[in-house]
């Protein structure tokens, strides 16, 4: 084989690998790392992310309120679940001020675990932010889920992650106008080809090691050209909310 033809061999090959590698524009999560993630299902079917912050509670979006809830903890491959040891019954616990609608804001929501977690290798507990914390503007975080990898496509056995930066408030709110709640962070989608997707909500932005915003919404359901910022519920607005309920161990 020719140079030349190896060459152009690789870039195919590479080419091939990374559209089969999406959360959108993502890849899959290495064992081992992101063991804070969990897989929200209705009726033992994946239907929104979430992450673990203390051994009883997983924190997820509101609008992911559904009958039947359960947690997965402690796998990235949803083919590979134990129901003995990972899946943990819930109770829901949605922000007091949500009223069903995530242009309303306040898209966040604890779910009280029916017994403590067993921390180890594969389920880990990720940090909130201070109040303090300060991010600056394009700075790269991540998202991860089992959502769509293509808009209208279907849910992601495998854990998959992507780098999203963060995009201003200032830019946020000129392309969202009237319906961008409060209490909001913007990252990934517009400006870029990398974001989340359906199936993805109730995930955290993590910044810096820390999970600074919830996945609430994007624009229609399209997710692979969005002419807006991806938005995530703010986490640093609601730490008196969350600490509350972890001190008091209920909702």
């Not at 061999?9 to 089969?20: E, F, I």
């Not at 912050?53 to 679940?81: D, Q, W, Y």
């Not at 810096?208 to 938005?231: E, I, L, Q």
Request: glycine share 10%; net charge positive; hydrophobic share 35%.
């Amino acid at each position: 084989m020719t140079t030349h033809a190896l060459l152009l061999c690789l870039l195919t090959c590479l080419t091939l690998h990374a559209l089969g590698s999406e959360i959108i524009k993502g890849q899959n999560v290495p064992e081992g790392m992101m063991g804070y993630m969990a897989s929200v299902q209705e009726n033992g079917r994946h239907k929104c992310g979430g992450f673990l912050i203390n051994e009883r509670f997983v924190l997820t979006a509101a609008h992911c309120h559904m009958p039947n809830l359960s947690v997965v903890l402690g796998t990235h491959n949803l083919r590979k679940v134990n129901n003995n040891t990972m899946r943990y019954d819930v109770k829901m616990c949605p922000h007091p001020l949500y009223r069903n609608n995530v242009s309303g804001g306040h898209d966040i929501m604890l779910l009280k675990l029916s017994r403590k977690a067993r921390l180890g290798k594969t389920v880990q507990i990720i940090h909130l932010p201070n109040a303090k914390m300060k991010i600056k503007d394009k700075s790269k975080c991540r998202v991860a889920g089992w959502g769509y990898t293509t808009t209208g496509g279907n849910t992601s056995e495998q854990l998959k992650v992507v780098d999203v930066p963060i995009v201003s408030f200032k830019v946020c709110k000129e392309k969202w106008g009237d319906h961008l709640p409060a209490n909001v962070i913007c990252a990934g989608g517009y400006g870029t080809k990398k974001g989340f997707c359906q199936g993805d909500s109730g995930g955290p932005l993590v910044c810096g090691g820390k999970a600074v915003g919830v996945v609430s919404f994007n624009n229609g359901s399209d997710c692979s050209y969005p002419n807006v910022p991806n938005v995530y519920t703010k986490v640093s607005k609601y730490l008196a909310w969350i600490k509350k309920i972890l001190k008091q161990n209920n909702c």
